[in-house]
Each structure stands twice: as structure tokens, then as C-alpha cells.
């Protein structure tokens, strides 16, 4: 398995503002991901963090809004920017293996006002 | 894109009763993960399918999936209230390992 931790563990922010949110895991990993949790809702994908090139990002991300940065195989950010209410969500990382299992952060609640 | 079902939304069982927890997919799976969240918390890897056929069981809880791989199913036996939670799907995007695409989750309440 792998132990992953996440900082800061909740933050308040004020709209227009950005923040970064930082994922470092206790072994090299191959794949990294980012996921967002909307109040009330499931896990939405992000983004893929990869090491050494840019993160490749999905449908209805872009990375004027959420820039990644993935300087080696264990540490990866994520950046807020130009923060709104609508950003206000639990983020996640998560990495995975190969062939095994997946294992989640243990997430960053964010609330913007 | 592949769309999971999750059903029920949620349930309530009292402690010591079992439940169960159904994953749907309209595509085949490639992989097929559970995970149990506490409210605002990360989540917890519970385990992992890949094999039509195959099941998993760790402590009281028991996954499957089917032959035709489109469908999971979560039971938990004797349920306990650290069994309380919600429980999420998650499968291997079909073109990529390692994105995960999620149901909607099954909040399961425990009463004494």
C-alpha cells in the first residue's frame, strides 16, 4: 500500500484568491491523479499529474484554473486559482500501481466565500 | 463514456443484519474498485476486481464481480456501525489505466 498525505488539510479562502494544495506520498509511484468532490457529490477526475511533462487534464478542466506541478516520482501540487464559491470542494490526490490498487489522500476541504 | 450505477442511494440496516451494494456498468470493466468514505474524509480502499468472475472477501465484506464483468456487488455481513459510511464504485476508465470514474455512492446508516 501507500501512505499519502495531503496539506493543508482544510483552508478557508476568499474569492479571487488562489491556493496550492500539496500531495506527498511515502514511495516512488508512477501515477498520480487529482479528483474533485462537490458538496453532496462523487469523485470527478481532474487531472492526471505527470513527472517531468505536463499534466493532461479532462473534459471541463483547464490549467489556467488548476495548474499542476509533479517535480518527481513522490510529490505533486495543486493550485486553486482565481478562487469562487462554486471551487468549494474536498480535492484529492490519488496514486496508483499498475495492475493493483489505488489509494486516495485523505483529501483537502476547501471552502471559498 | 462509461457511466456507473450505483443502487441503493442508501439504506439503513440494523447492526448484525447483512447488506448489499450493486455496481452497474453499461461497458465492460477493466478494473473495479470499492471504497467506503467517511463523511468529508478521504476514502478507504476496501479492494479491488478485475477478472470476470472473481471475488474478494477482507473481514466481513465481500466483493464480486460478474462474468461479463458489468456488474459488482459490495455485501457486508453481520453489519457493525463501523461499517457505516458511504461506499463508492469506481472503474478504470476504458482507454486509461488509473482514471477512475465513480458512481454516485451508497450512504449506508447502522443502527443499534
Known amino acids: 500500500s501507500a501512505v499519502i498525505s495531503q496539506k493543508p488539510s482544510r483552508d478557508i479562502c476568499q474569492r479571487g484568491t488562489s491556493l496550492t494544495i500539496q500531495c506527498q506520498v511515502d514511495s516512488q509511484v508512477t501515477m498520480m491523479f487529482w479528483y474533485r468532490q462537490q458538496p453532496g457529490q462523487s469523485l470527478t477526475l481532474i487531472a492526471t499529474a505527470n513527472q517531468g511533462s505536463e499534466a493532461t487534464y479532462e473534459s471541463g478542466f483547464v490549467i489556467d484554473k488548476f495548474p499542476i506541478s509533479r517535480p518527481n516520482l513522490t510529490f505533486s501540487t495543486l493550485t486553486v486559482s482565481n478562487m469562487s464559491p462554486e471551487d468549494s470542494s474536498i480535492y484529492l490526490c490519488?496514486?496508483?500501481?499498475?495492475?493493483?490498487?489505488?489509494?486516495f489522500g485523505p483529501g483537502t476541504r476547501l471552502t471559498v466565500t | 463514456s462509461q457511466e456507473l450505477e450505483q443502487s441503493p442511494q442508501s439504506l439503513i440496516v440494523q447492526e448484525g443484519k447483512n447488506l448489499t451494494i450493486n455496481c452497474t456498468s453499461s461497458k465492460t470493466l477493466y478494473g473495479l474498485y470499492w471504497y467506503k468514505q467517511k463523511y468529508g474524509e478521504g476514502l478507504i480502499f476496501l479492494m479491488m476486481l478485475q477478472k470476470g468472475g472473481e471475488e474478494k472477501s477482507h473481514e466481513k465484506i465481500t466483493a464480486k464481480l460478474d462474468e461479463k464483468k458489468q456488474q459488482s456487488s459490495l455485501h457486508i455481513t453481520a453489519s457493525q456501525p463501523s461499517h457505516a459510511g458511504i461506499y463508492l464504485c469506481?472503474?478504470?476508465?476504458?482507454?486509461?489505466?488509473?482514471?477512475?470514474?465513480f458512481g454516485a455512492g451508497t450512504q449506508v446508516v447502522v443502527t443499534p
Open positions: 469506481g472503474a478504470d476508465k476504458t482507454d486509461s489505466w488509473g482514471k477512475l470514474q
Open positions: 490519488s496514486v496508483g500501481v499498475r495492475g493493483l490498487e489505488q489509494y
